[in-house]
């Protein structure tokens, strides 16, 4: 009888350090699986990364998704919108659909919402003979007051956050491509690629932008150009096989003005710096947007 009790005794306490271990993995898991989870959704709130079916392109414009993954640079974004800390009103009426541009300013921290009127961007200025600079501004500037008039017209009203003022900032821009004194347009071909990029390694091409910043309100207007160089190995003009690689991993090669991504892993390693900063390379220079803002801030205090 005391042995047959002793043995139940055991038996009980070895079912009860089996449950309590049970219970302890279970909540280990619980806990593992919700940090997993946070982790995910914070790095998806930072910009790190990308949604699924989006790409970008080197300069700017909207792309297929290539086979390979592609990531923007994974600087830290702003903690708090920089137009509330120059006193502008928000959000910010974005004037392109450029998916780049939208991933810097929500890098930035930047609230935004695209109203965008599309115009003839072929028959404004002249590519032969124009300065770059003056050419994106041009660009922009036109792009710009075709917006303002629209929105003041009234066609917009559906797009704005709030149709019964016109206390909003709006920005627009444009971007270019140069090698070698000419601009650059999306190429043509795959042939027009291929000699695109036979040049780069020789004379590292350029990407040029614009951003123009205007008070809806009072018509104040800021402006200003930056300026990127990307500085290939020379031997990038050499490898025949770079466009029929990157047309193989659905890169948007025809569609982006030069035709290259430095984004793409393909591109990255031939890269050997970039004067400037990448977010310029990509359609939109944060320190450029910053200085305008703080510019436009001044001049409607001053007004």
Not at 197 to 208: D, L, Q
Not at 287 to 294: K, N, S, T, Y
Request: aromatic fraction near 6%; glycine fraction near 8%; charged fraction near 25%.
């Amino acid at each position: 009888l005391i042995h047959r009790r002793f043995s139940e005794t055991k038996s009980n306490q070895s079912n009860s350090l089996l449950s309590l271990w049970k219970i302890e993995a279970f909540c280990m898991s619980k806990t593992l699986i919700t940090l997993v989870f946070a982790a995910i959704i914070t790095r998806r709130a930072r910009g790190f990364l990308l949604p699924k079916g989006t790409s970008f392109s080197l300069f700017g414009q909207r792309g297929k998704q290539p086979k390979t993954a592609v990531f923007m640079s994974s600087s830290t974004p702003s903690l708090s919108n920089p137009m509330d800390q120059f006193g502008l009103p928000t959000p910010l009426l974005l004037g392109s659909a450029s998916f780049t541009r939208k991933l810097i300013l929500k890098e930035m921290g930047v609230k935004y919402k695209i109203v965008v009127r599309p115009i003839d961007e072929k028959g404004i200025g002249d590519r032969e003979k124009d300065e770059p600079s003056d050419l994106v501004l041009r660009l922009g500037t036109a792009k710009m007051n075709h917006l303002v008039n629209e929105i003041k017209a009234g066609r917009c009203d559906d797009d704005l956050p709030d149709a019964s003022h016109k206390n909003y900032i709006v920005l627009t821009g444009d971007q270019v491509v140069t090698c070698n004194g000419k601009i650059l347009e999306k190429p043509e071909s795959v042939d027009e690629a291929r000699s695109f990029v036979s040049a780069y390694g020789t004379h590292p091409p350029s990407t040029v932008g614009s951003c123009i910043l205007t008070h809806l309100e009072t018509g104040i207007q800021v402006s200003g150009v930056d300026t990127a160089t990307i500085h290939f190995q020379s031997d990038i003009g050499a490898a025949a096989s770079l466009i029929d690689d990157l047309l193989a991993d659905d890169a948007p090669v025809l569609s982006c003005a030069g035709g290259l991504m430095v984004e793409h892993p393909l591109v990255k390693k031939y890269i050997v710096r970039i004067d400037g900063t990448e977010d310029s390379v990509m359609g939109l220079s944060k320190d450029l947007v910053l200085r305008l803002m703080e510019e436009l801030a001044k001049k409607i205090a001053h007004r």
